[in-house]
Nanobody, 124 residues
Framework: QVRLIESGGGLVQAGGSLRLSCAAS????????MGWFRQAPGKEREAVAA????????YYADSVKGRFTISRDNAKNTIYLQMNSLKPEDTAVYYC?????????????????WGQGTQVTVSS
């Protein structure tokens, strides 16, 4: 059974930082891309960042470039999202996902396993 467990969300003031983690189990993720998505109330789920497990190729949404960094620890089967200079518009539930292939993508249909999500709230 594939499980993705996110952690690290919370309440932070604008300008602050958070680090999200996503631990994967139940499958060998080494050949798959993994990504972070977010969904704010009343909005569609959108891609934030993605990374190939082996090659280190990354994708970032324009809205987070220069502020967020995606990384992975293969030994721990875990990916991370370091979020700096947070803004109120970053408030959302953040989800990690395992891709269907090895290439990072912003298309959520390219991902077939999802975590339960972790809430990030940025106050102004």
């Amino acid at each position: 059974q594939v499980r993705l467990i996110e952690s690290g969300g919370g309440l932070v003031q604008a300008g602050g930082s958070l680090r999200l983690s996503c631990a994967a189990s139940g499958l060998t993720v080494r050949t798959f891309a993994m990504g972070w998505f977010r969904q704010a109330p009343g909005k569609e789920r959108e891609a934030v960042a993605a990374i190939t497990w082996g090659g280190g190729v990354t994708y970032y949404a324009d809205s987070v470039k220069g502020r967020f960094t995606i990384s992975r620890d293969n030994a721990k089967n875990t990916i991370y999202l370091q979020m700096n200079s947070l803004k109120p518009e970053d408030t959302a539930v953040y989800y990690c996902a395992v891709g269907r292939g090895s290439r990072p993508s912003e298309d959520l249909h390219e991902y077939n396993y999802w975590g339960q999500g972790t809430q990030v709230t940025v106050s102004s």
